[in-house]
Nanobody
């Protein structure tokens, strides 16, 4: 599967953005997916994940209550709705996915994902 992330841009603090991750290929509904981010000079970190069914959605504590991950298996797309954005959310955001057999599996560990998108830059600044 190939992943294409989009939707990044410049937004003011307190604003919103929605990122999309479009997957090519078949059977994307058999893949768990996740969002990670990497800020300048920092390690890549987990943001959110979503199970095949969409029923399990773990979040990093830093984004809980502000970000929402969702998916549309008909459109082969995973979304990350980001609200109440803060300057510290500035980063390149990457989507990732991997084939799983469990419908409830969603991991925060980057090594669990074998497929990665190219990243989209989110800048939160006034």
């Amino acid at each position: 599967v190939q992943l294409q992330a989009s939707g990044g841009g410049l937004v003011q603090p307190g604003g919103s953005l929605r990122l999309s991750c479009a997957a090519s290929g078949n059977s994307f509904s058999s893949y768990a997916a996740a969002w990670f981010r990497q800020a300048p000079g920092k390690e890549r970190e987990f943001v959110a994940a979503i199970s095949r069914s969409g029923g399990n959605t773990p979040y990093a504590n830093s984004v809980k209550g502000r970000f929402t991950v969702s998916r549309d298996n008909i459109k082969n797309t995973v979304y990350l709705q980001m609200d109440s954005l803060k300057p510290e959310d500035t980063a390149i955001y990457y989507c990732a996915a991997d084939y799983v057999t469990s419908t409830s599996y969603a991991s925060a560990a980057s090594y669990r994902y074998n497929y990665w998108g190219q990243g989209t830059l989110v800048t939160v600044s006034s």
